[in-house]
């Protein structure tokens, strides 16, 4: 743990370190890693920024995989982050269903309040790139700026206002100066 609060690049997973499927991602063989992804990673860490990821992952919550299962593919993805010369400081998933109401999922902030509590990050200071309009609005609700990135952002740039909108995760970094 680290003594101080620091800022944190949160990442969300589906549809911006990997391939978003209309199944959900429900075994490793089943994960592939976006183009740019793992350069983007890598050039984080050069820069020494602390890298999470928050995701919803609701097909735990709906019985279509186990939470061990879910954490296999979250720890496969830190070791090829790692391997690809990046990496990723934590991994906070929200399990639950959408109607199950809960505080962390995505729109809801709690994810970022978990990052904040457990992983000392400063909410304030931190940026949020995700590929959901929801990434978005959890970022702003929790105090922290947002890159929605993908082709729903570029599809409805008119709507993001003054949120920033980019290509891929590769992209975003660029943007945003990490490195």
């Known amino acids: 743990m680290r003594s101080r609060r620091g800022a944190a690049v949160l990442v969300d ?10 199944d959900h991602v429900r075994s490793w063989a089943e994960f592939e890693f976006l183009p740019g992804s793992l350069e983007a990673m890598r050039r984080l860490r050069r820069a020494g920024r602390r890298v999470l990821v928050l995701t919803n992952q609701a097909v735990v919550g709906r019985g279509q995989m186990s939470a061990g299962e879910l954490d ?4 496969r993805m830190r070791a090829a982050v790692a391997a690809a010369g990046g990496g ?14 809960c505080r ?25 790139i995700g590929d959901a309009w929801s990434d978005v609005q959890a970022a702003h609700a929790a105090g922290c700026r947002a890159v929605w990135v993908g082709p729903d952002a ?21 943007r945003l100066g990490e490195c």
């Open 154 to 174: 570029a599809a409805r740039e008119a709507e993001a206002g003054p949120v920033p909108i980019a290509r891929d995760l590769l992209d975003a970094v660029t």
């Open 72 to 75: 296999e593919i979250h720890d």
């Open 104 to 128: 962390c999922r995505k729109p809801a902030p709690g994810l970022f309040h978990r990052a904040a509590d457990e992983m000392r990050v400063d909410l304030g200071r931190s940026v949020m």
């Open 13 to 22: 997973r589906d549809g911006v370190v990997n391939v978003r499927r209309p």
């Open 88 to 101: 990723i400081e934590g991994v906070l998933a929200c399990v639950h269903r959408p109607e199950d109401g």
